[in-house]
């Protein structure tokens, strides 16, 4: 009997120390998820929120009319064509009236931005009265300013190894000392389309095509996998067929989303000849892949209502439609929105699928419509993270923290709507 229970005992410690060390294994592991997880985020942001900040130079610009408008008809047209980088080179002439060689002045009229250009443009089409004095102008700087700003380009290193040479590096050192440079918040970054110069680009275009692309997506999968989701859970007879079509569904939400792109450039662009690069493209291809998890979340929210609620509606004389209509489908409607919501941010953050629909044209302007060529945030990150330039890094980062931002949002909402206004039975 006492060597029983040693035994027993002795079970049960190693029992019990299998346990523990199976409990410090699960918390290890946690650990270096989150670590890792961690370090993922601080690399995104520390690469990243710089680009929330753009150098921007002083310069007293004359807007000179023989320049402008020669003939002083203030014709909108005239004004619309005028050449005004003139205008910016005669400034930086006058700033640095030593620089002689023409080499030396290329580098000079570099250190702007040719977004510059633009400013000032808008400002004479704007209130053409400007024509003819002269002004103060902040204009934005050429991204290797903006990197030298910044520290990314070590200003200590050899003069063949920077981007910036010594004469241009000084020419940036005379703007700073008599305060004509500062950084100032990014607007651009967040209301322009993509440009290949990097101070000048930013994610409206990409935002513009994603809301439209996720629009098309949520009118056609919420009410198709809500209808199909009632029928197979409230309708369809239990036979071979209907468990033939679940497994299918339930397949589909594994099948990478790649190949839901091969089926949507195949079948909507070969076959049904519709607009390449469109939203409306993209969210029928989301549409297909978004599918199975609505359909699977509004089952699953379905089957949570009790059947002490169908028939109670079925005693007091409801059909079956009535039943599903008035009395279970308001009950799973919070987990059916919950499913949706999760089902449409991972369309947010899919890129595959529309990469091989054509949606990674390069658009600078925003769509107006779902007809229009757009891209998405994914691609857009796609495109600028396949870019040389360092600013580009830079606004890459950005960039993914504005989609972890939207993902973030949207993945609140679904828990907020489940703790909401889920019912507890």
């Known amino acids: 009997m006492m060597k029983t229970a040693a035994k027993i005992q002795a079970s049960l410690k190693k029992r019990y120390a299998a346990e523990r060390r199976f409990r410090s294994y699960g918390l290890v592991s946690v650990a270096?998820?989150?670590?890792?997880?961690?370090?993922?985020?601080?690399?995104?942001?520390?690469?990243?929120?710089?680009?929330?900040?753009?150098?921007?130079?002083?310069l007293d610009v004359q807007f000179d009319e023989a320049i402008i408008d020669p003939k002083g008809t203030r014709d909108p047209q005239t004004l619309a064509r005028a050449d005004y980088g003139k205008l910016i080179k005669k400034t930086m002439r006058e700033r640095f009236p030593d620089v002689k060689?023409?080499?030396d002045k290329r580098k000079l009229y570099k250190l702007v931005s040719p977004g510059?250009?633009?400013?000032?443009q808008g400002m004479?089409?704007?209130?053409?009265?400007?024509?003819?004095?002269?002004?103060?102008?902040?204009?934005?700087?050429d991204d290797d300013v903006d990197m030298l700003i910044k520290g990314y380009i070590n200003r200590d290193d050899p003069e063949s190894a920077r981007r910036?040479?010594?004469?241009?590096i000084a020419w940036i050192d005379a703007f700073a000392a008599t305060g004509s440079m500062e950084k100032r918040f990014n607007k651009t970054f967040f209301t322009a389309g993509d440009s290949r110069e990097p101070e000048l680009a930013g994610i409206w275009g990409a935002v513009v095509g994603s809301f439209y692309t996720l629009l098309v997506t949520l009118v056609l999968s919420f009410p198709v996998g809500v209808a199909a989701a009632v029928y197979l859970q409230e309708f369809a007879p239990r036979n071979r067929w209907t468990d033939l079509i679940e497994v299918n569904i339930n397949n589909l939400a594994a099948v990478p989303s790649i190949v839901f792109g091969l089926l949507g450039l195949s079948v909507f662009l070969n076959f049904m000849a519709l607009p390449r690069s469109a939203p409306l493209v993209g969210g029928l291809v989301l549409s297909l892949m978004t599918l199975p998890t609505v359909i699977i979340a509004s089952r699953a929210s379905l089957q949570s209502v009790p059947p002490?609620?169908?028939e109670g509606a079925l005693g007091m004389g409801a059909s079956q439609m009535q039943m599903v209509a008035h009395h279970v489908l308001p009950l799973a409607m919070p987990g059916m929105l919950t499913g949706t919501i999760i089902g449409m941010s991972r369309?947010?953050?899919?890129?595959?699928?529309?990469?091989?629909?054509?949606?990674?044209?390069?658009?600078?302007?925003?769509p107006e419509g779902p007809l229009d060529p757009s891209t998405v945030l994914?691609?857009?990150?796609?495109?600028?993270?396949?870019?040389?330039?360092?600013?580009?890094?830079?606004?890459?980062?950005?960039?993914?923290?504005?989609?972890?931002?939207?993902?973030?949002?949207?993945?609140?909402?679904?828990?907020?709507?489940r703790t909401r206004f889920e019912q507890r039975w």
């Not at 510059?116 to 000032?120: D, K, M, N, Q």
């Not at 890094?393 to 709507?417: C, D, I, K, P, Y």
């Open 124 to 141: 004479v089409r704007k209130d053409p009265r400007l024509i003819g004095t002269t002004q103060t102008v902040w204009v934005p700087a």
């Open 378 to 417: 994914p691609v857009q990150i796609y495109l600028w993270a396949d870019t040389p330039e360092r600013a580009f890094v830079e606004r890459t980062s950005a960039a993914t923290l504005v989609l972890l931002g939207f993902l973030v949002v949207m993945n609140g909402a679904a828990v907020w709507l």
């Open 116 to 120: 510059a250009v633009f400013s000032i």
């Open 347 to 366: 369309a947010l953050g899919e890129s595959a699928p529309l990469l091989m629909i054509g949606m990674v044209a390069f658009i600078v302007n925003a």
């Open 32 to 58: 270096i998820g989150l670590a890792a997880l961690l370090l993922l985020f601080i690399s995104i942001i520390a690469n990243g929120y710089t680009a929330f900040q753009q150098t921007y130079l002083k």
């Open 308 to 310: 002490s609620i169908r």
């Open 164 to 168: 910036l040479k010594d004469k241009e």
């Open 101 to 103: 060689n023409r080499r």
